[in-house]
């Protein structure tokens, strides 16, 4: 499936998960605040779980969200669970689980989408998380716990490439997750919404804000470099580093939703691009910083 380019991310979301909400009716390495650009991809084994000990606060973060899948879970759990990075933990209006203005709004968007479709959506999600990270989260976080959702959304990887961990791998530790969550309730047939990787263009982006603000610069107006605004020509997604390893990464995951009846792969891309003439731009909503 593929999101359209006229409608808002939340819409496609929510469409897609009324698409398999239909179906079961019918019985069918990140410090924080920092982001890297690695100088060459390697392979890793992202099957084994981490635990975030690069952001400090992290532990307390993941124990809190693990209080409240227990408390849902005793009021009988949600219909639809979220899991994923900063990209998905905005629909919580928080970033690291501190309040963050950018996405202030964003809850009210997840509420009117879930008063639409008529379910409970509960958001599980880490800013800065990789694939391992979310490994540990359900098999040691407690983070998968009493009546399975009838629709999970997965959206991890994209930090995993911040810190070179090439594409297969991505791809091995994201189908190693679909197992995990489609092993929660093998009887009642969770379905999964796998989402592709956005498009990104940070590391150019980022280049820009540094020639701006040069780190040496002794006096730098307070948050000027996180809210600068980067020039459309840093937004051309195929002079991003990170261009062919997210194609190959989403042809991974498309792979993978085709060996498995109950998931279905969503591909975003189109809803975040514009063209003029040749070039492939990323739309002007991220200029803030190439990614979200």
Not at 54 to 65: A, E, F, N, T
Not at 123 to 134: C, E, F, M
Not at 179 to 206: M, N, Q, Y
Request: glycine residues 8%; hydrophobic residues 40%.
């Amino acid at each position: 499936m593929k999101c359209s380019r006229d409608k808002s991310f939340a819409v496609d979301l929510g469409l897609a998960v009324i698409f398999m909400l239909f179906q079961i009716a019918s019985g069918g390495t990140r410090l924080r605040g920092k982001m890297t650009i690695p100088t060459k991809m390697v392979d890793q084994d992202t099957t084994k779980p981490l635990y975030n000990s690069l952001v400090q606060s992290w532990g307390l973060v993941q124990g809190k969200l693990a209080e409240e899948v227990e408390m849902r879970a005793q009021q009988g759990g949600d219909e639809v669970v979220m899991f994923g990075d900063s990209l998905m933990e905005a629909f919580r209006g928080t970033k690291f689980g501190s309040p963050a203005k950018l996405y202030q709004d964003y809850p009210n968007l997840l509420k009117a989408m879930a008063d639409d479709l008529g379910v409970s959506i509960h958001v599980r999600a880490i800013a800065g998380d990789k694939t391992q990270n979310l490994v540990w989260r359900l098999l040691m976080g407690k983070e998968m716990q009493g009546v399975p959702p009838k629709v999970v959304t997965l959206l991890i990887g994209t930090n995993d490439l911040s810190y070179g961990i090439s594409s297969g791998s991505v791809v091995k530790g994201v189908d190693f997750l679909v197992k995990t969550l489609l092993s929660w309730a093998p009887e009642r047939r969770t379905r999964v919404l796998l989402l592709g990787l956005f498009p990104r263009t940070f590391d150019v982006c980022i280049k820009y804000k540094q020639s701006l603000f040069p780190a040496r610069r002794p006096l730098i107006p307070r948050g000027a470099s996180q809210h600068a605004i980067c020039p459309r020509s840093t937004m051309d997604v195929e002079k991003g580093f990170f261009y062919h390893h997210i194609n190959a990464v989403n042809a991974g995951l498309e792979e993978i939703a085709s060996k498995h009846p109950w998931v279905k792969y969503l591909d975003c891309t189109p809803r975040f691009l514009e063209t003029d003439g040749d070039t492939t731009y990323l739309k002007p909503f991220f200029q803030r910083d190439g990614l979200h």
